[in-house]
């Protein structure tokens, strides 16, 4: 059985303080200039976990937004359409 490769990380694109999006990527850089592409508003990025799996980085961004929506009336961030990333 082949290893999965450890080259995944979770992010959140901030807009000042406030988080407008919560995402996985193996390829921060290209990422963002996909969301800049897609015309969402942002000021920044910022990688919140270390390299890991895709299978465990889709996990951790999906207990992210259940810990969002926990402390924001149940709401995702601005740009995230469901709940599980």
Request: glycine share 10%.
């Amino acid at each position: 059985m082949a290893k999965k490769p450890m080259d995944t990380v979770t992010y959140d694109l901030k807009k000042g303080n406030k988080v407008v999006y919560r995402g996985t990527t193996n390829d921060p850089e290209r990422r963002m200039q996909e969301h800049i592409d897609a015309g969402k508003k942002f000021s920044g990025i910022k990688i919140t976990s270390r390299k890991m799996t895709e299978e465990g980085a889709k996990k951790k961004e999906a207990e992210a937004l259940k810990t969002y929506r926990q402390g924001h009336g149940g709401n995702n961030p601005k740009y995230n359409k469901d709940n599980d990333g």
